[in-house]
């Protein structure tokens, strides 16, 4: 499986990104794909999730209301739609996907068993 993460950059503070992240490598029907992030000498966390054919969704609380996830099966691919940046959502973002899974059990980046290069999004103030 490969995953390919795009769309980060330098925004302002309260500005908008859209990341992308494309899978491919093989035919994907129950997994869940993640978006996670990870600032400077932070751990990584957990942002956004989504299954891939059931249409959970699941948010870090420090992002409701502000990201977007969603999916586009036609294309294997993925996207976080990023609103009302804030300069702690500064961060590597990466996409990764792993075998379905439901709530908080999503929300373990050690559970994921494929992962995206990651893409820089710095959020100036």
């Known amino acids: 499986v490969q995953l390919q993460a795009s769309g980060g950059g330098l925004v302002q503070a309260g500005g908008s990104l859209r990341l992308s992240c494309a899978a491919s490598?093989?035919?994907?029907?129950?997994?869940?794909m993640g978006w996670f992030r990870q600032a400077p000498g932070k751990e990584r966390e957990f942002v956004s999730a989504?299954?891939?054919?059931?249409?959970?969704?699941y948010y870090a609380d420090s992002v409701k209301g502000r990201f977007t996830i969603s999916r586009d099966n036609a294309k294997n691919a993925v996207y976080l739609q990023m609103n009302s940046l804030k300069p702690e959502d500064t961060a590597v973002y990466y996409c990764?996907?792993?075998?379905?899974?439901?709530?908080?059990?999503?929300?373990?980046?050690?559970?994921?068993?494929?992962w995206g290069q990651g893409t820089l999004v710095t959020v100036s103030s």
């Open positions: 490598g093989r035919t994907f029907s129950s997994e869940v």
């Open positions: 990764a996907v792993r075998t379905y899974c439901t709530g908080y059990r999503c929300y373990d980046p050690r559970s994921y068993d494929y």
């Open positions: 989504i299954t891939w054919s059931g249409g959970s969704i």
